[in-house]
């Protein structure tokens, strides 16, 4: 008996099908659907209507024309969100096109019959934009009949980290079945998005591309395809504060390229108020309470003191070195190896010298995130992988174990750190740091950065045998804090409207408050970096 998967597959193939089922029983239901638009439906001709005398006042005042934006935006999440951010652009004169791919799952293959009528309950959603932003469907575009071979290699490389990210875990096995088929789906998608935006660029030659996150999916392969044809492209994320967004122009954004905010800001001197306000942030994730505009905890029990945590431990007077983990299949991480093959191959490796060393403490703190994404591969299995019988110098902190980073950073005389902020912060706290992956503090004047395992069992041996003449100096650690306030406070950019939170943000700030005055002067700046002017700092 055919499967009802089956069955929608093969009605899915056959012409019309589709489109008729939705005009006559399912347009007008509430949709049952994952993959739902409902609520951005019925409040878009409201937005548009008042976006629309704006769009029009501006182009009365203003004879040159704004930039043709190419918008991409797959998941139902940052459809709902790009919707929103494209009236706004349109609102300022920009021409934008909004280009949707209607999947709401990555990782498993829907019937061709549900995926039409998502296509087709996109179209009627996002219709009320028109005329102010014309949208498009990828799956509707004509693609490509070939790919460049520098393409065809990104959607390999791509698609090899969605496998990670999804997995949650460095290793896919080729010859596990599961595995397998996970990456040749994502190869597949990944092909035909490449194929279909570079037939669309190469015809309709965009000023800017924008692209949430840039680095994985789809949006991994839109954005190298307008790298390809040297279309600027700017890519965005979100971080845990509230009215803030992540934005990197010409790179992706979960690289965190920050040369260009070292380049401009970092030979500024610190002032005090700075100081303090990096402190203030240190101090409050110390404490375990939350900061700012964000409701993320960084840790979950406060700090006991350095004294405490020796005796928690049993940490006797012998160095200690501390190695802080990710969390594996982050998107922060992948694609940052630089001479380990992962994070699982470094630890592993790591762990197995410092057992011949017990001269000196190790501590390896499990990230506290790991709670967050219980299926992920913990690092704590990852040391005990490679040692089953653990010696009494090594101490495992796991990810829910009530101990403090912060109190490891104060104890620690050696860190070692892949891409987490915990190596920048054990710099400001004038410790050597070994940066093992392609971290953004990495390469700044105080962390040692080797770039092959000799380079790197070279300065595990130098600075464990005379660890004093490695501490950071006045000038360095004074330069840790300078780029930790530069990172933390002006990497991020000001905005209206986060992801997961988009319409409680959007009730704070609707969008007549957002293109007012008052929004303008707090958002204005960031609007233009979105379609790709230069940054630049109040």
Not at 221 to 236: K, M, Q, S
Not at 457 to 470: F, I, S, T
Not at 500 to 525: H, I, R, T
Request: proline share 5%; hydrophobic share 40%; aromatic share 10%.
């Amino acid at each position: 008996m055919a499967t009802k998967s089956t069955l929608k597959n093969f009605l899915g193939d056959l012409p019309l099908t589709a489109e008729i089922d939705w005009m006559l029983r399912q347009k007008n239901r509430p949709r049952k659907d994952h993959f739902n638009l409902d609520r951005l439906q019925k409040s878009l001709p409201s937005a548009r209507a008042i976006v629309e005398p704006i769009a029009r006042a501006r182009a009365e005042r203003s004879r040159s024309g704004g930039k043709n934006v190419l918008f991409f935006a797959t998941l139902h999440y940052w459809i709902e969100q790009s919707a929103y951010l494209g009236l706004t652009l349109a609102g300022l004169g920009h021409k934008v096109t909004l280009l949707t791919l209607p999947y709401s799952e990555w990782h498993k293959q829907k019937d061709n019959f549900t995926q039409r009528q998502r296509a087709l309950h996109t179209r009627d959603a996002l219709s009320s934009l028109s005329p102010l932003i014309e949208h498009a469907s990828m799956l509707d575009l004509k693609p490509a009949s070939v790919l460049p071979e520098r393409i065809q290699a990104d959607v390999k490389e791509v698609s090899l980290w969605d496998a990670q990210y999804t997995l949650m875990r460095e290793e896919v096995d080729m010859n596990d079945p599961d595995d397998r088929a996970l990456y040749d789906l994502r190869i597949q998608r990944n092909t035909f998005a490449a194929r279909a935006a570079l037939e669309w660029m190469q015809s309709k030659k965009p000023d800017v591309v924008l692209i949430p996150n840039g680095l994985i999916l789809e949006m991994g392969i839109v954005f190298r395809v307008a790298r390809y044809l040297n279309i600027p492209a700017v890519t965005y994320e979100f971080n845990d504060q509230r009215e803030q967004i992540w934005l990197a122009q010409n790179s992706s954004i979960m690289r965190q390229d920050t040369d260009y905010l070292v380049e401009a800001r970092c030979k500024l001197p610190i002032t005090d108020s700075m100081y303090e306000r990096v402190a203030d942030l240190e101090n409050a994730r110390r404490g375990a309470r939350v900061w700012g505009k964000s409701k993320r905890l960084w840790q979950y029990v406060s700090s006991q003191g350095a004294q405490e945590t020796r005796k928690l431990l049993k940490l006797d007077d012998r160095p200690v070195v501390m190695l802080a983990a990710n969390v594996l299949g982050d998107s922060l991480t992948l694609g940052r190896n630089i001479f380990a093959d992962s994070m699982t191959e470094w630890i592993t490796k790591t762990v197995r010298f410092f057992a011949g060393r017990p001269e000196v403490q190790m501590v390896i703190r499990v990230h506290p995130g790991e709670t967050l994404v219980p299926k992920a591969r913990s690092m704590g299995q990852v040391v005990r992988g490679a040692l089953p019988s653990l010696p009494g110098h090594i101490h495992v902190i796991g990810a829910a174990d009530k101990v403090n980073t912060y109190d490891l950073i104060e104890i620690a005389d050696l860190g070692l750190a892949y891409t987490t902020t915990v190596g920048l912060e054990t710099a400001m706290n004038g410790r050597p740091v070994i940066s093992c992956g392609e971290t953004h503090y990495r390469g700044r004047g105080f962390t040692l950065d080797p770039n092959s395992w000799d380079e790197y069992y070279a300065a595990l041996e130098k600075v464990l045998n005379d660890l004093p003449a490695h501490q950071l100096t006045e000038k360095q650690t004074e330069y840790a804090w300078n780029y930790a306030y530069r990172f933390f406070f002006e990497y991020p950019h000001p905005f209206p409207w986060r992801l997961m939170n988009f319409w409680d943000d959007l009730e704070a700030w609707p969008l007549e408050k957002v293109l007012s005055e008052e929004g303008l002067a707090q958002f204005g700046d960031t609007f233009g970096f979105l379609v790709g002017e230069p940054f630049t700092w109040k």
